[in-house]
């Protein structure tokens, strides 16, 4: 598999990439290529390294890159929080599709928050866009905090008791929160056994050295959303949305299908899929599983084109 990372500058900031396979916009024989967006945010791109894969199963090439503030690309731990913004992150993914050659026809993949950046980017109706794949996203972020605390309801007592506690007393960096969060995380973000594969401790750890970018957009967990992006909510807009999309949950996912559903009774050309046994990280839990049905999905669009 031909591997290559580097930097794109833009602003004075720096964003590391990785590309599997050769990016030639001459060549009209090769599949468009596959750009993913990480979750987070502020989380780096490790967790999502399965999917590179899809370069030597099917041929097409796939672009992956850590979003400013996490993993290989620029830190800027002291930032005004006023600088963490979504429209930064999609000036960001902008120029990173010029930079790397691929503006003029592509497809996009987003994870969780990347899957929200993913579906903001499509609503600029971008002119190489082809289509989405949004996995375990939400539209509106008043529902998906409403559902993930529906679901914290069925921790056990002791562990409810222990992160209201410090929610209220603003301890949340507290190992004792962290301990209990993880129980809420087993059941709905990655239910694979402890310890969990290594991308996905690596991805962690990362956020663990350097939290400013979560802890500023989000907030402390995955159901106290006190950040940015805690108002953020794109329902009413998703009509506009034209292009061919795949939205993928797992079911046991903290997104939740009420979670799904505006999403998917809102896009206008969509088909969705809720791949049983798995929760957050789908793409964990069932990697060729999860592969099967985005290169399936890919392939009918790329028939579509000819």
Known sequence: MSTRTGTVEWDGHRTWYRVDGEIDPADPDAPA?????????????????S??????????TVVMYDQIGGGRSDHLPDADPSF?????FKQELERVLEALGVAGGYHLLGQS?????????????????????????????????????????????????TLTRHEQAGTTDDPAYEEAMMAFYERHVCRLPQPWPEEVQRAFATVAEDPTV??????????????VIKDWDIT??????????????????EATPAVIAPIVAGLADVRSVVMDGTSHLSH???????????????AEQDDAED
Do not use: K
Request: net charge negative; glycine share 8%.
């Open 33 to 49: 290529p596959l750009v993913v967006l990480h979750g987070g945010p502020g989380f780096p791109h490790d967790y999502l390294e």
């Open 51 to 60: 999917l590179a894969a899809l370069h030597s199963e099917t041929g097409r």
């Open 84 to 88: 963490w913004t979504v429209d930064l």
């Open 113 to 161: 928050w990347g899957g929200m950046l993913a579906m903001e980017h499509a609503l600029d109706d971008p002119a190489g866009l082809l289509s989405l794949v949004i996995a375990n996203s939400p539209a509106s972020m008043d529902l998906w905090v409403r559902e993930a605390n529906r679901l914290r309801a069925d921790l056990p007592p002791d562990v409810q008791a």
């Open 214 to 227: 979560y802890n500023t957009m989000n907030g402390p967990s995955e159901f106290h959303v006190i950040g």
């Open 236 to 253: 009413d807009r998703l009509p506009e949305i034209q292009v061919p999309c795949l939205v993928i949950a797992g079911e046991f996912d």
């Open 284 to 298: 964990v839990e069932a990697p060729e599983r999860f592969r099967r049905l985005v290169a399936g999905f890919l």
